[in-house]
């Protein structure tokens, strides 16, 4: 079961840090995801981070050189620290993976596992 947490209410050029944990799996094996939805909009990926084996991190036109994605081995969570908020960063966002994936990939129906989402609103 994932868990996200760190939402809130941020003014735009302002900065949240948002977490994923597992309270039964080690994340450390899995790819995890972040991804966004917007109120009328479809689910769109954020950033991605591969297992710890490999490391590698990708990260959405929309978000890149703003949002940075991390593990902490030692507290099982993964963190999406967003810099430079913008009004147009209001969605709920979710963080994902699979057992299977263990590469980072943008595409959706490849994590079978969810969180609940956290609620980010930028506004001033």
């Known amino acids: 079961q994932l868990v996200e947490s760190g939402g809130g209410l941020q003014h735009p050029g302002g900065s949240l840090r948002l977490s994923c944990t597992a309270s039964?799996?080690?994340?450390?094996?899995?790819?995890i995801g972040w991804f966004r939805q917007a109120p009328g909009k479809e689910r769109e990926a954020v950033s991605c981070?591969?297992?710890?084996?490999?490391?590698?991190?990708y990260y959405g036109e929309s978000v890149k050189g703003r949002f940075n994605i991390s593990r902490d081995i030692t507290k099982n969570t993964v963190y999406l620290q967003m810099n430079a908020l913008k009004p147009e960063d209001t969605a709920v966002y979710y963080c994902?993976?699979?057992?299977?994936?263990?590469?980072?990939?943008?595409?959706?129906?490849?994590?079978?596992?969810w969180g609940q989402g956290t609620q980010v609103t930028v506004s001033s």
């Open positions: 981070i591969s297992s710890l084996t490999d490391g590698s991190s």
């Open positions: 994902a993976a699979d057992p299977a994936q263990t590469m980072c990939v943008f595409t959706q129906r490849a994590y079978h596992f």
């Open positions: 039964t799996s080690t994340l450390d094996y899995y790819a």
